[in-house]
């Protein structure tokens, strides 16, 4: 799980595209990144999901940071950073 930042959720997205047993989710601001930038992660498909939230950057991070605290949502879904 990531929150994109510039070109990290692309660079993430490129580096897992394709993985077998692997599943990206990147979550990202609507509207507050460029149209270019939404292509380079969000044009993939197959293991690479993506997911607009209305709201900033640190409302993307506030969300990846409730998902890893969840301790039981770690564990059943195998949670994983790019930032591990």
Known sequence: MAHAFLYTGAAVAH???GLENVRVVI???R??????QE???CT???????????G?????QALVKQAFDD?????ALG????FS
């Open 44 to 54: 993939l498909g197959g293991n690479i999901e993506t997911v607009a939230i209305d």
């Open 56 to 60: 900033d950057f640190d409302a993307c």
């Open 31 to 36: 509207g507050k990144i460029s149209p270019l």
């Open 15 to 17: 580096a897992f595209y």
């Open 79 to 82: 949670l994983n950073s790019e």
């Open 71 to 75: 301790e039981e949502l770690k564990t």
């Open 27 to 29: 979550l990202y601001p």
């Open 39 to 41: 292509k380079l992660f």
